[in-house]
């Protein structure tokens, strides 16, 4: 019996993983991909537009070669820091349910085993769940929900859906390295600048003004996606005029959110958060209504790596100093 499993090897996990370590708690961390994979699956050669003081555990740890760090070097980041301090972590294992079993018990079924936890933290990202255009002819092979690189598709005619930053790195990417790129984006999105909305920010959109200036990008302010076709993309603008834009590639990127099927079942309750649905959690333990589920990263308000690498500190201290009050601790 685990005093804390922790679902999620992100940096939300990894930090509360070394915390509970720390804190002298057993625990095991189950990961269904690799170690960071939201970071594995940020663009190849990515420059990540966040200092390091708000990515690293330990201050001074994060050592890039310029001022930010690419995805290369913050992977590379994560996965020593695991190595360096032995952490447990399971990596390519697949938490399948989560069931209660008494008060503080918990049945954890992944398609490898089956643990027993008096705590669990559920620390997953929001990556695997993408959102849907639910538009016609978005199953087709050509349409992604996620950008790796650029090269296969230089000199081919690329669409961007969204308007967050993870959308414009991606019509970035591709209009710098030859691709016929289109970027369709709600004008609000294009034109808001207040840093705390889910708009595209100054410094992805301000490259992104240059390739327009050199016509490597073109602009579509977006109504509604109609269809996607195997040729070509039927857009309304938002005039509400339709468009047929020939096409190779379209790249939906209009965010995700994070599984609460399972939080559910355990009889969680939910609300309407900043992001969108989220656990009703404590907003000083980051426990839910159900003693003994916690969260944090995207299950939470708190879904900048910062704000998820800082929660875990007094969450776990917290779960710490409750077990040793009950006696359960070890």
């Given at each position: 019996?685990?005093?804390?499993?922790?679902?999620?090897?992100?940096?939300?996990?990894?930090?509360?993983?070394?915390?509970?370590?720390?804190?002298?708690?057993?625990?095991?961390?189950?990961?269904?991909?690799?170690?960071?994979?939201?970071?594995?699956?940020?663009?190849?050669?990515?420059?990540?537009?966040?200092?390091?003081?708000?990515?690293e555990f330990n201050e001074g740890d994060l050592e890039p070669a310029r001022e930010k760090p690419t995805r290369e070097e913050?992977?590379?980041?994560?996965?020593?820091?695991?190595?360096?301090?032995?952490?447990?972590?399971?990596?390519?294992?697949?938490?399948?349910?989560?069931?209660?079993?008494?008060?503080?018990?918990?049945?954890?079924?992944?398609?490898?085993?089956?643990?027993?936890?008096?705590?669990?933290?559920?620390?997953?990202?929001?990556?695997?769940?993408?959102?849907?255009?639910?538009?016609?002819?978005?199953?087709?092979?050509?349409?992604?929900?996620?950008?790796?690189?650029?090269?296969?598709?230089?000199?081919?005619?690329?669409?961007?859906?969204?308007?967050?930053?993870?959308?414009?790195?991606?019509?970035?990417?591709?209009?710098?390295?030859?691709?016929?790129?289109?970027?369709?984006?709600?004008?609000?999105?294009?034109?808001?600048?207040?840093?705390?909305?889910?708009?595209?920010?100054?410094?992805?959109?301000?490259?992104?003004?240059?390739?327009?200036?050199?016509?490597?990008?073109?602009?579509?302010?977006?109504?509604?996606?109609?269809?996607?076709?195997?040729?070509?993309?039927?857009?309304?603008?938002?005039?509400?005029?339709?468009?047929?834009?020939?096409?190779?590639?379209?790249?939906?990127?209009?965010?995700?959110?994070?599984?609460?099927?399972?939080?559910?079942?355990?009889?969680?309750?939910?609300?309407?958060?900043?992001?969108?649905?989220?656990?009703?959690?404590d907003g000083e333990t980051f426990e839910t209504n159900v003693p003994g589920i916690y969260v944090a990263g995207h299950f939470?308000?708190?879904?900048?790596?910062?704000?998820?690498?800082?929660?875990?500190?007094?969450?776990?201290?917290?779960?710490?100093?409750?077990?040793?009050?009950?006696?359960?601790?070890?």
């Amino acid at each position: 019996m685990f005093d804390l499993l922790i679902i999620g090897a992100g940096p939300a996990g990894i930090s509360a993983a070394y915390e509970a370590q720390v804190g002298g708690l057993t625990y095991l961390v189950i990961e269904k991909g690799l170690i960071a994979n939201t970071v594995y699956n940020y663009p190849v050669g990515l420059t990540v537009f966040s200092t390091p003081d708000e990515l690293e555990f330990n201050e001074g740890d994060l050592e890039p070669a310029r001022e930010k760090p690419t995805r290369e070097e913050l992977l590379s980041y994560y996965v020593k820091f695991v190595l360096d301090n032995d952490l447990n972590v399971h990596t390519e294992e697949a938490v399948l349910a989560v069931e209660q079993t008494n008060d503080h018990e918990f049945k954890v079924t992944t398609d490898k085993r089956v643990y027993e936890a008096e705590n669990v933290l559920f620390a997953m990202g929001a990556m695997d769940y993408p959102r849907k255009l639910n538009v016609k002819g978005e199953d087709l092979p050509k349409v992604y929900d996620h950008f790796r690189e650029t090269y296969p598709w230089v000199k081919k005619k690329a669409l961007i859906v969204g308007g967050g930053n993870s959308a414009g790195e991606a019509a970035l990417f591709l209009a710098s390295e030859g691709a016929e790129t289109t970027l369709a984006i709600f004008r609000n999105d294009w034109e808001e600048t207040d840093p705390k909305q889910g708009c595209i920010k100054y410094w992805v959109k301000d490259p992104l003004e240059e390739q327009l200036k050199k016509r490597c990008l073109n602009l579509f302010f977006l109504g509604k996606v109609i269809e996607i076709r195997e040729d070509d993309v039927v857009l309304e603008d938002e005039d509400g005029n339709r468009q047929v834009l020939e096409n190779d590639v379209v790249f939906v990127l209009i965010g995700s959110d994070a599984d609460l099927s399972m939080l559910k079942g355990l009889g969680v309750k939910t609300e309407e958060g900043k992001y969108g649905e989220v656990p009703v959690y404590d907003g000083e333990t980051f426990e839910t209504n159900v003693p003994g589920i916690y969260v944090a990263g995207h299950f939470t308000n708190h879904r900048h790596i910062k704000a998820a690498i800082e929660v875990p500190k007094s969450l776990i201290s917290r779960m710490a100093e409750k077990s040793k009050k009950t006696g359960r601790a070890g």
